[in-house]
């Protein structure tokens, strides 16, 4: 899922990662992609997970993670990190989710049989970058749908999502609903519909997914 997703990075671009799976993308971005990754923790230009050898406590993502940082980097508190996220300097949130509607909403904090969740920087993030891409599992553990009509989980932000990466399928949010532009190897639409409650458009360009 996260290689597909950095096929949609560019030179130049601002990108946060999301805890969970988004993360994993620091690790993979192409050396020929040069991005700057941000994090709401007050960093900007941060590379891959560090090495053992190579950790410092006081260098780590929004998700508590060490990690190395490029050349260029940079560090600023809190005020000024969610200043570039309102004033619309990150060009892609890769955020996960719980559940994504037909129309884009995102739920992505809390489950309310658990009665716990944590926002962090979510609702600044769906809110403030200019596209926000969801990378998850297309089911939940116990094989129900989290593409849905309507979110029943508490809302992060409504209409925010455009892109969907899944273990099974990239789709986009659309005026008219979700369409489905991409299926993971050996994955039939027929499968995708079936695990998703949206009644989902076809592109007429489907294809495989590419890496």
Known sequence: MV???CRELRDGMVVNLGLGVPTLLAD?????IDVLL??????LGYGAYAKPEEEDTETINPGGAHVTLRPGASFFDSTESFALVRGGHVDIAV?????VSERGDLANWMVP???VGGIGGAMDLAAGAKRVIVVMEHVTRDGLAKLVRECSYPLTARACVQTIVTDLAVLEIVPEGMLLK???PGVSAVEVQARSEPRLL??????EMRF
């Open 182 to 184: 991409e299926l993971a």
């Open 3 to 5: 290689l597909r997703v």
């Open 38 to 43: 941000h994090g709401e923790n007050g960093v």
């Open 202 to 207: 076809i592109a007429p360009d489907l294809r």
């Open 95 to 99: 955020l996960g989710a719980m559940q």
């Open 28 to 32: 993979v971005i192409p050396a020929d």
């Open 113 to 115: 049989a658990r009665g």
